[in-house]
Structures are given as structure tokens and as C-alpha cells.
């Protein structure tokens, strides 16, 4: 561990080069990264790493383990052990972490997805040595102590389900989720206001499923703005020294394949109204059911103008213009193994009933080959720089490599996924819709329940 004189002579360090009359040593910002945005992966003590030496003083570290919501065993485990991040360790208090991480400069945060818990630290280059320590402290030595999870994590986990229940549209998603995957990818990204906390978790059956989620074989370490060399050393001292492995009967849940189901589901509400109408998507870039040209027919269908004051070029924006109060959005959540094209609309009840007649006639219009080649072509640009520049963002290309990494296939590489993007064809964007109406369709609807259609009076199979 690194001593509170070497964080000190750290910490001078550090103001020392922010004084310009002092030469330093630092790499400038036109290092060797060569501005690559593909990653360079491998392995150190047992753990699978990758890396992006990106030209900049600033680095991003995570650690991406394979314990979202689909794999806990049972409800909030996920969330809760997110929350126990930078929590007491066997070698530092939670004070000491936030002190120390504060004189340096970093940022500490943690979150979790339906497929994978991330926890991460962003700093400046040099300190590379400390937050690769603390990281790798945070996952094997922390100390889930009683007093901690009843004061500070449970307390924050009430406030989350209270969030939960106040949010129709979060409400929809979890729903349409549900009733898309069941179990699995299906399971709540928060647990919901009935779900009894006390009775599923305490900090004893929390460090358990840590040993199984912070496993080697269960997580990887990824770095934006890191030499690969650099990192390979570091990981090699912080990361060889771990926990026994976990007992051979204790693991994590559902890691059987998704599989989509369809349905409808109906909630009444008296804070908004929310309507989602989904079909089952491709999977990640690095998962195994990969389809470009879904990504293009959700920029296709879009909703929203990626110019100002215009309405753009997408054709559900189009189709409910005569809908003031309607915002519509389509999203294509993607994950390892399945994904969810989902189009969602929320405003008054009665303008979302009409709109989402226009929804499933535009839909139509589009499996039949009604409409205009240059649009699928805006649409085919637009989705590739969509993509491409969520790739660039450090938060989703650590988390895609991270999670293709720990699932044994390749790291995110961005240039392969413009290139996949730029085959998809006309006719492909076309037939995806065709195939998509040709099955089940899922519909949650949350809000006044009087006057929300039914996915049957809108003309959807469930």
C-alpha cells in the first residue's frame, strides 16, 4: 500500500507542477497515444485488462464486474453492493479514502447497469499508482461492516425505491424489460417501493456475493488515458494479493441465454402518463447477436431533431407533429446476449392514444418499403455517428469493453463498429421492421388507464 508520506511527496508533487517556472517531466499532450481510439487488451495476476493511451492529462480507470441486476441472486444486491463502494476497508476508513482521493485531485463514483456493476476513479495521469491500489482495495478488501450497510447504504436504497415509484417513465422501462425478458435482463434496475430490503439483504449474505462478483474470472480493469505497459506493472502489484476464490456452490444467478418473450402490462398513475412500445433489438457490438441495421432503424424512426429548430428528418417526429403535448424517443438498449428497440411517448393521455396510432402506421410504412431511400440514408449517418460518438465517451466504451472481456470475446473496438454500420442496407433496414412486426410486440402503459390504448386497438400482436 502506498504510505501517507508517499501521498504526501504526491501531493506537493502535484502543486509543484502547477507552477510554470518549473520544468517537468510529464508526457505533453502529443504523446504516442497517437489519438487511436482502439483498445490494447491483456492479462496481469489473473485479470483481463485493456487499454486506450489517449493523448491528455487525465486518466480514467474501472473496474467493470459482471454483477448488474440480471446476475444477483436476490433483490438489491446489486444496487446495495454499488453503494458499499469506497466504503471501509482492512486498510483504510471511507474517511481516509475520500480525503485522500480529494488532496489528489480524483473522483470516485459507482453505478450499475442491468448487466454489470462499474466502479471507477478519474485523476490526473501521475496518480495512476494510487487510485490502481485503492481500486483494487475497494473490490477485495472492503469490510461490509453492519453499522455501515443499516446507516449509510440502506437508508439511500429507501430513497431510491421512493425515486422509483415517483418516476412513470422508469416505471415503464422496468415494465417493458419484464415483460420482454421475464427473468434476467428482465429484473428492475432498482428494487421496487414493495420489495422488502430488509428481508433479502444484510451486509454478512452482501460480502458473499462479493467474493462471487469481484471473482478474477468475473470482472476486468479498463483504462482510457493509460499506457499499457504502465498498467500492466501496476495491476501485476495491486492485484496479485487476492481473497480466496469463492465456494464452488456459491455463484451468480441467470446466466442462461436471454430470451424474448412479448406481452403488455398496464399501471395506473397519477404523475404522467408513459407509453412504451418495444420489439426485441440486437445485442452489443461485442455480444454475439450483433445486427447493425436495428441501430439504423431506430435513427430512423428517431423522434427527436438533431438540428435545431427543425423538426428533422426522423419519421416519427413527422408522425405526431400534430400532437403538441407528445414527446416520442426510440431507443435501442443493447446488452451481451439480446436487446430492446423500444419507442416510448409520454404527454396527455388522449394526445398519446392518437400518436401511437401514427407509431404503428409508420412502422408499417416502413416493412412495406414506403419510405424514401434518403432517408434510410440520413438515418444509416446518423446512426453511425450516434454510435461512434458514444464510443469515444469514456462511460460507455470502459463498460462495453469491460463486459466483453469478462464475457471471453474481444474489446470494443470503435473503427470496427463505424465499419459494420456503413454495410447495412436499404433493404436490411426494411426487412427489420418487417420481422419485428411479424412478431410479438411489448407494450407497457403507465398513467391514466381510462383512456391509454391497448396494444390491440392500436393494431400490435402481444
Known sequence: MISRGSLGRNIQATFCRQCPAKPNNRRG????ASGSFSYETGESSGVRFASRDLPGPTTHLAIVAKAGTRYQPLPGFSEALEKFAFKSTSKRSALRITREAELLGGELSAYHSRENLVIRAKFLKDDLPYFAELLGEVISKTKYTGHEYEEEVLPIMKLSQQGWLANPSQMAIDSAHGLAFHRGLGTPLYPTSSTPLTKYINAELLEFFSKAAYAKSNFAVVANGASHTELSKWLEDFFSDWPDPPPADLHLTDTAPSKYYGGEERIAHDSGNNFIIAFPGSSSFVGDAYKPELSVLAALLGGESTIKWSPGFSLL????????????????????????????????AKDIRAASREVVKTLKAVSSGDVRREDIRKAIASAKFQTLEAGESTATGIELTGAGLVKGGGAFQIDELGKSLSEVTEEKVKQAAKTLLDGKATVSAVGNLFILPFAEEIGLNV
Open 317 to 348: 417526429s413527422k408522425a405526431v407533429s400534430a400532437y403538441s403535448s407528445v414527446h416520442v424517443t426510440t431507443t435501442h438498449s443493447t446488452y451481451s446476449d439480446a436487446g430492446l428497440l423500444s419507442i416510448s411517448l409520454s404527454g396527455k
Open 29 to 32: 499532450l502529443a504523446a504516442a
